[in-house]
């Protein structure tokens, strides 16, 4: 027999959750549990045990009983971790608040780590975080898609502000890289990718089971456009940062909804990848191949990337990294922007070099072409003779400049 949508009551452990749709259910339900509670004598906490009515109220008010105890009728609870409003249009909201909070903390104590190990390295950061953040910043994204912008922003600030910090990047640095150094998944795909993984484990489920008959129903709600859940799942899904096919609810299977959420992850790795390619700015990584174990070179679009972990000195490390992404000083960047010191300069080909007044102010020219300062290339010629006599393996060839070999 299929279940009755009146029939909920949700038990973890002591932690008990009646749902009824109308307020003589749920006095009925009180009155069964009142009884069941009597006969097995246990003791009910009437501290904790409170009404919330989500929807339109009715006046007057309609009084819940417990025995001879009235209960309070209040507007946020939280259950089993959940936090729950009925005062406003999203019942989660509060949920997004209490975990962005959280996640933030625990971000920081991560980082207040530094205080007496000294700087981590990416590989120890990127571990802490998906230990111990990532896991707030996902809490609850099952039974909450992200339909609306405002309340996952919050979390998605998180992620950035954290990553942004594992790589040492100031706060106008671009997005994408930090996903594509890390290896990280964008906080908004995770979410919706790991919602999709919950819908393909209701789908498996008997039609007698109390779970598959709500996904059931929020599906029959999706099709008629009425909220629901599996509406809002649509509804995430519009609004990843890639245009993505919408999911047929009407017809879906675990096996479906799994080929989904593997279309998902390709399209997101497509729009990683296009958005590394067409930016200017990321010329430096467009069309890299990663060091792989026992293995050519191949192109990654998201991985830790080898240098993060390879390059032992922090401040190397953290020089090749605002190189590779463009977040140093240099005049090709910094005359991006302008400022009260430097006008802005939207013509890259007059970003010139501060020695020699002709070449754009590139990495690639400063660190290596550019013999307009003496002092520059005297500390040029010794990096190379150190690096030729330390690395045999790379040892000059006659008749070839330096620089060149270099290049
Ligand atoms: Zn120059």
Request: aromatic letters at 6%; a positive charge.
């Amino acid at each position: 027999m299929l279940p009755d949508l009146d029939d909920v009551i949700l038990e973890n452990a002591d932690d008990v959750l009646l749902v009824s749709l109308s307020a003589r259910g749920l006095r009925a339900k009180l009155q069964s549990l009142q009884e069941w509670c009597a006969v097995n004598f246990i003791l009910i906490n009437m501290l904790k045990t409170v009404i919330l009515i989500f929807g339109r109220l009715l006046e007057p008010s309609p009084v819940f009983k417990l025995g001879n105890e009235t209960l309070k009728i209040v507007n946020a609870e939280k259950y089993v971790g959940v936090n729950l409003r009925t005062d406003t249009q999203n019942i989660f909201e509060d949920h997004y608040n209490a975990k962005a909070g959280t996640a933030r903390y625990c971000a920081h104590r991560i980082m207040a780590i530094e205080d007496k190990t000294g700087r981590l390295t990416p590989k120890e950061l990127k571990t802490l975080y998906m230990a111990r953040v990532d896991c707030h910043l996902t809490h609850g994204c099952e039974i909450s898609p992200d339909c609306e912008d405002v309340h996952v922003h919050q979390l998605c600030d998180v992620q950035i502000s954290f990553i942004r910090q594992i790589l040492n990047l100031h706060g106008r640095s671009m997005l994408i890289p930090l996903y594509t150094e890390t290896g990280i998944v964008p906080l908004r795909v995770r979410r919706f990718v790991l919602a999709l993984g919950y819908l393909q484990y209701l789908l498996i489920l008997l039609p007698t089971h109390f779970a598959r008959a709500a996904v059931n129903s929020s599906i029959k709600l999706a099709a008629a456009g009425k909220k629901s859940w599996a509406k809002d799942l649509l509804t995430a899904a519009s609004k990843l940062p890639f245009p993505c096919p919408e999911l047929d609810l009407a017809n879906a299977t675990a096996l479906s909804v799994l080929d989904y959420a593997k279309m998902i992850d390709g399209l997101m790795l497509r729009w990683i990848q296009g958005e590394v390619d067409s930016s200017e700015k990321l010329y430096l990584i467009k069309g890299r191949r990663e060091p792989r174990k026992d293995m050519a070179p191949a192109p990654q679009t998201l991985r830790l990337r080898h240098y993060l972990f390879m390059v032992k000195t922090q401040k190397h490390r953290e020089a090749l990294t605002s190189l590779l992404l463009s977040t140093h000083l240099l005049a090709v960047e910094i005359l991006r922007y302008g400022d009260h010191a430097q006008p802005r300069e939207n013509d890259r080909s007059k970003r010139v070099c501060r020695f020699c007044k002709i070449e754009v102010e590139t990495p690639e020219h400063a660190l290596l072409t550019c013999d307009a300062s003496p002092e520059v290339v005297s500390l040029r010629t010794a990096f190379f003779g150190k690096l030729f006599i330390d690395y045999t393996g790379i040892l000059p060839e006659t008749g070839v400049p330096e620089r060149d070999r270099a290049v």
